[in-house]
């Protein structure tokens, strides 16, 4: 009876010990997250800054926020233009991705 009690408490232990890093790999998400960055403009790399600008001229840029996808640092950089918000997205080596605007109605 005493091997048969041992026995469940060993598989028992063993189950804990192979779930707890299971778990722990599913809570990646939460890192990802972390290597978001917030910039200023003074902050940004040229190229980004000037990709940005090239899509909206007259729009005033004020920050950025970056963060990593496909091994490469994108930077949203985001400004207005009257009563738009323009989000810029660029990659670090200056290429354009996309351009997003959302109209501030009160």
Not at 78 to 84: A, F, H, N
């Amino acid at each position: 009876m005493k091997t048969a009690y041992k026995l469940v408490l060993l598989s028992f232990t063993v189950c804990v010990l192979l779930i707890g890093p299971v778990h722990a790999q599913v809570d990646d998400s939460e890192a990802s997250q972390d290597e978001q960055r917030t910039h200023s403009l003074a902050g940004i790399p040229a190229l980004v800054l000037a990709a940005a600008q090239a899509q909206g001229p007259d729009v005033f840029f004020n920050s950025a926020v970056s963060y990593l996808q496909d091994d490469f640092r994108v930077y949203r950089v985001s400004g207005r233009l009257y009563r738009q918000l323009w989000y810029v997205y660029v990659r670090e080596d200056g290429k354009w991705l996309r351009t997003q605007k959302d109209n501030q109605d009160d």
